[in-house]
Every structure is written in structure tokens, then in C-alpha cells.
């Protein structure tokens, strides 16, 4: 499990979160998204208005998301990027990391 009690803490913490896909040319397609609920070994976001996001899904899993919280001011800053693979399963996009790496 990659996904730690610091790092749940971050990700559930964070006002906005950056997602980023792959377009079929190669190019990222970063968009931002509200809040994502950790659940087990998963980040689970809600599905609203994304159509490019899911399309990329398909057609390549390979997703980022980058996480920060500025909890106890500029000192207390923390920051993930998470990568790993997504899918779309009815009204949300479930994304399982499978790496972590500290930002901040």
C-alpha cells in the first residue's frame, strides 16, 4: 500500500487536486478536480464534466495527481504526486497509485 496515513491525510486535505492523462498525441491533458476520498489502496474522484479525462483513460490508464496542503502555514506545507493507473466505473474515476513521491 502506498498510500500512508500522511499521504490520505494530504490528499482528503487538499482544497484542489491536479489530475494529468495522457492525450492520444502524447501531450498532457492536466485538469483540476475538487476532492478526492482515499479509500483503501484507491483515490476515488467524482465524474463531473469529464469527458477528455475519461477518453484518455481508456485508451492509455496512466495517470498523475498532485496533492498540497498548506495546513500550519508555509512551514507546515505538504506535497504528493502520485502516479499510477485509472479507470471509470459509472460516476466516479477510481485511480490506484503505485508510486509516491513527496513534493514538499
Not at 490528499?11 to 475538487?34: Q, Y
Amino acid at each position: 500500500m502506498v498510500i500512508t496515513d500522511e499521504v490520505k491525510r494530504v490528499v482528503e486535505g487538499s482544497a484542489f487536486l491536479s489530475l494529468v492523462t495522457l492525450n492520444p498525441d502524447g501531450t498532457p491533458h492536466p485538469i483540476i478536480v475538487g476532492k478526492g476520498e482515499v479509500s483503501g489502496d484507491n483515490v476515488v474522484f467524482g465524474i463531473y464534466k469529464m469527458s477528455e479525462t475519461q477518453k484518455n483513460v481508456t485508451a492509455n490508464n496512466k495517470v498523475w495527481v498532485v496533492a498540497a496542503t498548506t495546513e500550519g502555514g508555509p512551514k507546515g506545507a505538504k506535497g504528493y504526486r502520485l502516479s499510477g493507473v485509472a479507470k471509470a466505473a459509472g460516476k466516479q474515476l477510481i485511480f490506484t497509485p503505485d508510486k509516491v513521491e513527496a513534493l514538499l
